[in-house]
């Protein structure tokens, strides 16, 4: 999982427990998802029919943003993926490719929709990154996701099988082992025990289940740049053919398991 997704869904799942409880446990800067940030900040355009259009800072950091969400009267947070095609797992491998997190602010009559964007400044050596994240998308209608956790459990664990005896056959033990590991994280009792941020949600709010999908799908994001798993190529058309289908599927899979974890 990359910082930029670990660090929406964290503010997503944080986010929802300070509107519910006006409060929430450590979260900035001590989460974990924050450890190579400067600074964090929440921007949005305000309008002007006499002037150009100004960027306005409407909160310093993640905490002054949860209480400018329920000063405004925001009713929940939720994950939405936006994909740009079905090649989106090849286009993972270059910055900005693979598709759009955005975290849906969820108010009575309609929603908006935050991005965030990373710059890296290179003078600072432990924390380089300064990240916005800006409302891009304004009073629309609400989307809140919503998939069946379990059917979507059983849909990637179908892929899972088939791309790790794929994998096994056609590439290398690697590889098989790391989709394997997936499956089985799909049944553990205790699926986030290693995982590298384990601050990465307020774990208390979500089911069994949920955790199950989204630690499973973690491990299954094996997507990227060179050494990743869509930097191959085989020689045989048909088994070529067999990697990109389910490669598709398995992205698919995974950005729809992420969702349905958290929004679910």
Same mark, same amino acid.
């Given at each position: 999982?990359?910082?930029?997704?670990?660090?929406?869904?964290?503010? =997503?799942?944080?986010?929802?427990?300070?509107?519910?409880?006006?409060?929430?446990?450590?979260?900035?800067?001590?989460?974990?998802?924050?450890?190579?940030?400067?600074?964090?900040?929440?921007?949005?355009?305000?309008?002007?029919?006499?002037?150009?259009?100004?960027?306005?800072?409407?909160?310093?950091?993640?905490?002054?943003?949860?209480?400018?969400?329920?000063?405004?009267?925001? *009713?929940?947070?939720?994950?939405?993926?936006?994909?740009?095609?079905?090649?989106?797992?090849?286009?993972?491998?270059? =910055?900005?490719? !693979?598709?759009?997190?955005?975290?849906?602010?969820?108010?009575?009559?309609?929603?908006?929709?935050?991005?965030?964007?990373?710059?890296?400044?290179?003078?600072?050596?432990?924390?380089?990154?300064?990240?916005?994240?800006?409302?891009?998308?304004?009073?629309?209608?609400?989307?809140?996701? *919503?998939?069946?956790?379990?059917?979507?459990?059983?849909?990637?664990?179908?892929?899972?099988?088939?791309?790790?005896?794929?994998?096994? *056959?056609?590439?290398?033990?690697?590889?098989?082992?790391?989709?394997?590991?997936?499956?089985?994280?799909?049944?553990?009792?205790?699926?986030? =025990?290693?995982?590298?941020?384990?601050?990465?949600?307020?774990?208390?709010?979500?089911?069994?289940?949920?955790? *199950?999908?989204?630690?499973?799908?973690?491990?299954?994001? =094996?997507? !990227?740049?060179?050494?990743?798993?869509?930097?191959?190529?085989?020689?045989?058309?048909?088994?070529?053919?067999?990697?990109?289908?389910?490669?598709?599927?398995?992205?698919?899979?995974?950005?729809?398991?992420?969702?349905?974890?958290?929004?679910?």
């Amino acid at each position: 999982m990359t910082g930029i997704l670990a660090q929406t869904i964290a503010t =997503v799942s944080y986010g929802n427990e300070y509107l519910k409880l006006n409060k929430t446990n450590e979260f900035y800067p001590q989460n974990s998802t924050f450890q190579h940030c400067n600074n964090v900040d929440f921007r949005e355009m305000k309008k002007n029919i006499f002037t150009k259009d100004t960027e306005i800072i409407v909160a310093n950091n993640p905490i002054e943003w949860f209480e400018f969400l329920k000063k405004n009267c925001c *009713q929940k947070l939720s994950l939405y993926f936006q994909s740009e095609n079905d090649d989106d797992y090849r286009a993972s491998a270059f =910055v900005g490719g !693979g598709g759009n997190w955005y975290i849906e602010a969820i108010y009575k009559n309609h929603s908006d929709f935050w991005i965030s964007n990373w710059k890296h400044n290179k003078e600072l050596k432990d924390k380089p990154w300064n990240v916005t994240y800006g409302k891009s998308i304004s009073k629309r209608a609400t989307i809140n996701r *919503q998939y069946d956790v379990l059917e979507t459990k059983n849909d990637l664990q179908n892929i899972l099988e088939r791309i790790t005896e794929f994998a096994y *056959q056609e590439t290398t033990e690697n590889w098989g082992k790391i989709f394997e590991n997936s499956k089985i994280t799909l049944e553990s009792e205790n699926p986030e =025990v290693d995982f590298y941020h384990a601050d990465l949600l307020c774990w208390e709010n979500y089911k069994i289940k949920n955790r *199950q999908l989204l630690m499973s799908a973690s491990k299954a994001l =094996v997507f !990227g740049g060179m050494g990743s798993w869509n930097d191959m190529w085989f020689e045989k058309e048909e088994v070529e053919k067999l990697y990109t289908e389910m490669s598709r599927e398995l992205y698919k899979m995974i950005m729809k398991g992420i969702e349905s974890s958290i929004n679910g």
